[in-house]
């Protein structure tokens, strides 16, 4: 332990918090020691694992800094090219809007528990065949 320690330039708490998170020992005896390649698989593991923090159904909230599963579990995704989309959510604990951008041919594995409603970014002009309401009834009469 204190091996490792060393050579990472870490304190010995780094290490026993990195045998609580499931780095391995060869065997329960003292002094406990670790092999070189479980120790690598470790490390790589626990990269992977910063990397995909913001893992299916989350979104990250600049604000709270953290990946949040979106409010109701509900997500819009804006189409913003051929393959390319933007999830849009509200974080639970800030109430802001949270955006992820997505590849849509992975959305499945983007999508977790959420409930993804796709959206037109805009109606393209012509296409709206609803006539304008004027909602202003004071020029009635
Ligand atoms: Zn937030």
Redesign the pocket.
């Known amino acids: 332990m204190e091996d490792i320690a060393r050579l990472f330039d870490i304190h010995k708490n780094t290490v026993r918090s990195w045998l609580k998170h499931g780095l391995a020992t060869i065997d329960d005896r003292r002094p406990m020691l670790v092999l070189g390649r479980e120790l690598s698989r470790f490390l790589h593991e626990r990269r992977q694992k910063a990397k995909q923090s913001c893992g299916p159904g989350r979104i990250f909230?600049i604000?709270?800094r953290?990946p949040?599963v979106p409010a109701e579990k509900m997500a819009d995704c804006t189409a913003t090219g051929p393959l390319a989309g933007s999830l849009c959510g509200i974080?639970p604990?800030?109430?802001?809007l949270?955006y992820r951008r997505v590849n849509l041919a992975k959305i499945d594995g983007v999508r977790g528990e959420l409930e993804i409603t796709f959206t037109q970014p805009r109606l393209r002009l012509g296409e709206s065949d609803v006539p304008s309401v004027n909602c202003d009834s004071s020029q009635k009469g």
């Open positions: 909230c604000a709270c953290a949040k974080c604990d800030c109430d802001r949270i």
